[in-house]
C-alpha cells in the first residue's frame, strides 16, 4: 500500500515555464488536496476535490489548475512559474469527514 | 475569517520531560480537530483526530484535549524522548471538505 504519491521531489523552474505536479493516491478516497507550505508558514490550500470530475478552489489558487478525471490522480499545472510559487507543495487525501488525512512526502518547487 | 492559532511558537525541552502545546480556534462550522506531527523534509503524519463530542484522545505517549466550547485543544507529550523533535500542527476540519492548518510548535528535544 503506496499511500500518496507526489513526483517530482525536487524542481527547479525559470520564470513563466510551465510543469504538473502528479499525485496519486491508492486508498480510493474521495477527497483529495493540494497544499502550498511557505518557511514558517502553515499549509494553505490551493484546491481540492471531493470525488472524480469535481474541483473546487481553496484559499490561494491564482496561478494553478487541476484536474481529477480519475479517483487515484489529483495534478496540479503551474502555467506560466513565478518566483511566488517557490514552496513546498503536499498532496493529501482522505476518504470522508472525519476519517484521518494522509499526506505525500512533498515536492519542493523553485523558481528562479 | 477561519484561523487557526498555536502557541508557542517554538519550545526546546530535555530528553524525558514533559510539555504541552496550546491551539485556539475560531473555524465554524467545526467537524473535527486534528494533530499532526512533522518532521523536517516530510509530510504531516496524524497523531489524532477528535470530533466535537470527544474531549480526550490518546496515541502513545501524546494526549489530546478539546474543550469545544471554548475552542482550545492541547497536546500534552509525555516523558519526551529526541525523536519527538518536530513541528507539531493543530489542524481544524471545517464542515464539508478544508482543513485549515496553524503554523506549528516547533519542539526541539535535547539530551
Known amino acids: 500500500n503506496a499511500g500518496v504519491t507526489q513526483t517530482p521531489k525536487f524542481r527547479i523552474l525559470k520564470i513563466g515555464q510551465s510543469m504538473t505536479l502528479q499525485c496519486t493516491q491508492d486508498m480510493n478516497h474521495n477527497y483529495m488536496y493540494w497544499y502550498r507550505q511557505d518557511p514558517g508558514m502553515g499549509l494553505k490550500l490551493i484546491y481540492y476535490?471531493?470525488?472524480?470530475?469535481?474541483?473546487d478552489k481553496g484559499e490561494v489558487p491564482n496561478g494553478y489548475n487541476v484536474s481529477r478525471s480519475t479517483t487515484e490522480d489529483f495534478p496540479l499545472r503551474l502555467e506560466l512559474a513565478a518566483p511566488s510559487q517557490t514552496s513546498v507543495y503536499f498532496c493529501?487525501?482522505?476518504?470522508?469527514?472525519?476519517?484521518?488525512?494522509?499526506f505525500g512526502q512533498g515536492t519542493r518547487l523553485t523558481v528562479v | 475569517k477561519n484561523q487557526v492559532e498555536q502557541s508557542p511558537q517554538s519550545l526546546i525541552i530535555l530528553e524525558g520531560k514533559n510539555c504541552t502545546l496550546q491551539c485556539n480556534y475560531t473555524v465554524s462550522p467545526f467537524s473535527n480537530l486534528r494533530w499532526y506531527k512533522q518532521d523536517t523534509g516530510r509530510g504531516p503524519v496524524s497523531l489524532t483526530i477528535?470530533?466535537?463530542?470527544?474531549n480526550t484522545k490518546s496515541n502513545g505517549r501524546y494526549t489530546a484535549t478539546l474543550d469545544a466550547d471554548t475552542k482550545q485543544s492541547s497536546l500534552h507529550i509525555t516523558a519526551s524522548q529526541l525523536s519527538d523533535s518536530a513541528s507539531y500542527i493543530c489542524?481544524?476540519?471545517?464542515?464539508?471538505?478544508?482543513?485549515?492548518f496553524g503554523k506549528g510548535t516547533t519542539l526541539s528535544v535535547s539530551s
Open positions: 477528535m470530533t466535537f463530542s470527544e
Open positions: 476535490s471531493v470525488g472524480a470530475g469535481i474541483t
Open positions: 493529501a487525501s482522505r476518504q470522508v469527514e472525519n476519517t484521518e488525512a494522509f
Open positions: 489542524v481544524v476540519s471545517e464542515a464539508g471538505t478544508a482543513l485549515i
